[in-house]
């Protein structure tokens, strides 16, 4: 296949009028269009007012969360406490079965592929779907062909039993999923509030023998950083790090309510952070310190949380927030955020063939059609895609060198069906509210 645009943003910088030849799902070799020899019998993907980049990774989401958009509740929500224990847990996670992770899974896939995400690392939420949650999971995802890591959010919250069942059922996912090309498993927990020490050294040790990075939740908003102090005497972060768990195989989402002396364990040990600027924005958490982090080239990803999966809005949110909440027009510049969304949210899963253009890496890639009303060039690219660009002017997506959409369109997914099915399982469980 050869994928030929206007522009191709490549690791060495943006290119225009240059193609990529691809073949058995890798980028074999990037060359400027004019030196194309032989391309008879060889399809072709043309964006000649359009930009080839790399396809987005959404470094933390909840493919679940698709259900309650739009929930309403009579409780009153004051904080994060309140929207966990009187809200979130009982009327959405615990409603959580078989057939609602179906309906989500598809929804949340329709929604990537039409935002350009090629990747999607996943925590499933929901302790009455055990065992065997993750593979209903992976039989949806495999239809439509994406990228992703999938786990079960495990924690003790409910009971003993359940609480070994989602850490099993992360290491048999991840230990079976070890060589698939597409689909593969990791160990999550949920926080130092529903996990003991000893639960997370298991959970730690589990995810370093199934060859996994390990994920959790840390401090979403000052619930945990409170809750700990009292418990333990120290911050969430001092904790992980006198447990020694902390490295640069662990995922941190969230990473929200941090103190210097936190920001700077994480540096250290080389943990890899993932932002979700709109839904702590929903929840009340907080404005995450992802600026510093960046400032000192901490890796830091990108992710919806479940919340809004249109990821332009996503990279808007990250764009924007911070330069309102420190009055500072200068920090999350345009290249950091798109970054973030792509080969950093790569590195923070442990991938270096991933989120980028330049030869070995995959052909998980989009285009993205450059129709503004205002010229585009190299100074301001990221601005103009970060900020007028939608999931719309994303014309073309391949995952491993296969086309998921093209000219626009989903390939093969009935968009109207997948969309009334999980409106009627998601009727059902409103009704039960």
């Not at 509030?193 to 730690?204: P, V």
């Not at 001092?238 to 364990?265: C, F, P, R, T, W």
């Not at 060198?401 to 000219?407: N, T």
């Amino acid at each position: 296949m050869i994928v030929s645009g206007k522009y191709v943003l490549t690791s060495d910088g943006l290119k225009e009028n240059y193609s990529l030849i691809i073949e058995d799902g890798t980028i074999k070799e990037i060359l400027p269009t004019n030196q194309l020899k032989n391309v008879e019998g060889v399809e072709v993907i043309e964006v000649p007012n359009g930009i080839v980049t790399p396809g987005f990774i959404n470094a933390h989401t909840h493919m679940y969360g698709t259900v309650a958009h739009g929930i309403h509740t009579e409780k009153v929500i004051k904080d994060f406490t309140d929207f966990l224990e009187i809200f979130w847990w009982p009327m959405v996670e615990d409603q959580i079965d078989h057939e609602l992770i179906k309906a989500t899974t598809a929804w949340a896939c329709v929604e990537s592929i039409d935002s350009g995400v090629t990747t999607i690392v996943d925590t499933l939420e929901a302790p009455n779907s055990l065992m065997g949650c993750l593979n209903t999971e992976k039989e949806v995802i495999e239809n439509f062909g994406l990228r992703a890591y999938l786990s079960f959010e495990a924690s003790q919250r409910k009971d003993e039993d359940n609480s070994i069942k989602g850490l099993n059922e992360n290491y048999t996912f991840t230990k079976e999923n070890k060589d698939n090309e597409l689909i593969k498993g990791f160990m999550s927990i949920h926080t130092l509030f529903t996990c003991d020490k000893e639960y997370i050294l298991k959970a730690k040790k589990m995810a370093d023998e199934a060859g996994s990075f390990f994920h959790m939740h840390l401090s979403e908003s000052i619930y945990e950083p409170t809750w700990s102090l009292e418990k333990y005497g120290k911050r969430p972060v001092e904790i992980y790090d006198k447990l020694g768990v902390l490295d640069n195989n662990i995922l941190a989402s969230q990473v929200v309510q941090m103190s210097e002396e936190e920001k700077e364990i994480l540096l250290k040990k080389n943990v890899n952070m993932i932002h979700m600027p709109l839904s702590n924005c929903e929840v009340g958490g907080g404005i995450a310190p992802y600026p510093d982090f960046i400032a000192k080239k901490g890796n830091v990803g990108l992710g919806s949380d479940g919340y809004i999966n249109n990821f332009f809005e996503i990279m808007r949110g990250a764009f924007l927030i911070h330069k309102a909440f420190r009055q500072d027009p200068q920090v999350m510049k345009g290249k950091e955020v798109f970054d973030m969304a792509t080969v950093l949210g790569a590195k923070s899963i442990g991938r270096n063939d991933l989120g980028k253009i330049e030869v070995g890496a995959k052909a998980d890639i989009i285009t993205i059609e450059l129709d503004t009303p205002t010229p585009i060039n190299e100074h301001n690219l990221y601005d103009q895609l970060i900020l007028f660009r939608n999931p719309q002017n994303v014309s073309n997506v391949l995952v491993n060198g296969h086309i998921l959409k093209k000219d626009g369109k989903l390939i093969n997914i009935d968009v109207e069906k997948i969309k009334n099915d999980l409106r009627i399982v998601t009727q059902k469980l409103w009704d039960k509210q």
